[in-house]
Nanobody
């Protein structure tokens, strides 16, 4: 059973950057992977997606600011987040889009002045 461990979150000011990492304990080479986020009182939403070959898609609210990437040799997916806004505050998770993998604990991102 693959396990996912997210890291890299923290408290930053608006306009600053963070880089999140998601390490999988098993192979995710053939998986479409996504970064999701869940803000307090809101449903979890998919914000970025990367295909096994590296094709990416983003929700409109993060386009131009977030970049998803992957290192298949390390079974790791990254999310570079620039120009962070208070509305980006949430717990961020990664997971496969089309295969059931247990959710990790996520990593908290807080954007506040």
């Amino acid at each position: 059973q693959v396990q996912l461990v997210e890291s890299g979150g923290g408290l930053v000011q608006p306009g600053e950057s963070l880089r999140l990492s998601c390490a999988a304990s098993g192979s995710i080479v053939n998986d479409d992977m996504g970064w999701y986020r869940q803000a307090p009182g809101k449903q979890r939403e998919l914000v970025a997606h990367i295909s096994p070959r590296g094709t990416t898609n983003y929700v409109d609210s993060v386009k131009g600011r977030f970049t998803i990437s992957r290192d298949n040799a390390r079974n790791t997916v990254y999310l570079q987040m620039n120009s962070l806004k208070p509305e980006d505050t949430a717990v961020y998770y990664c997971n496969a889009l089309f295969r059931q993998i247990s959710w990790g604990e996520g990593t908290q991102v807080t954007v506040s002045s």
